[in-house]
């Protein structure tokens, strides 16, 4: 049995593995992630290669798993309309709030069942992948840098300061 050896730092939860234990503090203390739908970049992005022992053909697999419920479709050919209309009927695909943002996976994945029909599943993660994005530093937003000191003044300029333009007159130019 694996010992829960990895702490959070910012509190009393242990996990068994690193992964785990930087997941649960970036989604949960640091925010450095989020999860929506609205992230998704369209149709494609909901469907990734499978991994399913049947479908590994010696040219790579044999079809695309559904990242909502992981069901397969085949690459010989790729019916996008087949996919589509999985996505839409089944999933309700861009139905949802899109506006609606979770800092934390297993929020997200609640969504997913809850609004989209999915089944979680080694294709849960890939999903999730496909609708994270990174999120920026809490302390860094609108930090911007602020210049210490007051320009310095240029010295004044009057215009009796200016050098008196020289006149040349003829007459200086005469002998007495
Ligand atoms: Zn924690
Ligand atoms: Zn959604
Ligand atoms: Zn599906």
């Known amino acids: 049995m694996m010992e829960k050896q990895y702490k959070c730092a910012y509190c009393h939860n242990r996990f068994k593995n690193k992964n785990e234990a930087e997941r649960h503090q970036n989604s949960l203390h640091l925010r450095r992630h989020s999860w929506s739908c609205a992230a998704i970049s369209g149709y494609e992005a909901a469907f990734h ?8 053909a010696p040219n ?3 079809g695309d798993a559904c990242g909502y419920c992981g069901e397969e479709f085949s690459n010989f050919p790729r019916d996008w309309d087949a996919r589509i209309e999985h996505l839409t009927n089944v999933h309700k695909f861009g139905e949802c709030n899109q506006t609606k943002k979770f800092f934390r996976a297993d929020h997200f994945r609640q969504h997913l069942k809850h609004s989209h029909a999915g089944t979680s599943g080694k294709w849960t993660n890939m999903l999730e992948n496909a609708c994270m994005k990174d999120e920026p ?15 310095s003044q240029p010295p004044v300029q009057t215009s009796t300061a200016l050098p008196p333009t020289p006149t040349v007159t003829e007459r200086s130019q005469q002998r007495s």
């Open 49 to 56: 290669p499978s991994t399913s022992p049947p479908s590994q």
């Open 60 to 62: 790579g697999p044999s």
């Open 137 to 151: 530093p809490a302390d860094a937003a609108g930090g911007t840098v602020v210049e210490a000191g007051e320009p």
